[in-house]
């Protein structure tokens, strides 16, 4: 799983890139979301515009991400879903779990407005 975080107007963006499958990174990701929680980062997007590919450990890794922040009382926020992805959330009717948007900024703008 390839990732990357940055921070937007006090918003921590997780980037992902390529095919989000989990695998052994899913325990490192994990420790790093525990980390974020202990920061009290729990504002967080998920920017999915540069993943190709997802399967069911990937959402499984969203929902466990979205359910810990949901927990410390912050929310995973996702965005720039393709099609592919989009008709994945679709299926499993994550669509209705998942804060969805289609740019970072509308995402992190919904932090604003809460």
């Not at 729990?42 to 515009?49: H, M, Q, R």
């Amino acid at each position: 799983m390839n990732y990357s975080f940055s921070e937007k107007y006090n918003t921590v963006v997780i980037t992902f890139k390529g095919k989000v499958m989990g695998g052994p990174s899913v325990s490192d990701f994990k420790d790093e979301i525990q980390e974020l929680i202990d920061d009290g980062k729990t504002n967080v997007v998920a920017d999915l515009s540069k993943v190709s590919f997802m399967n069911s450990s990937g959402l499984g890794t969203m929902i466990t991400t979205m359910t810990s922040l949901r927990n410390a009382g912050g929310d995973l926020k996702i965005c720039g879903a393709s099609e592919r992805i989009e008709s994945l959330l679709v299926v499993t009717k994550l669509i209705t779990v998942f804060d969805h948007y289609k740019t970072l900024d509308e995402a992190v703008a919904a932090y604003e407005e809460e």
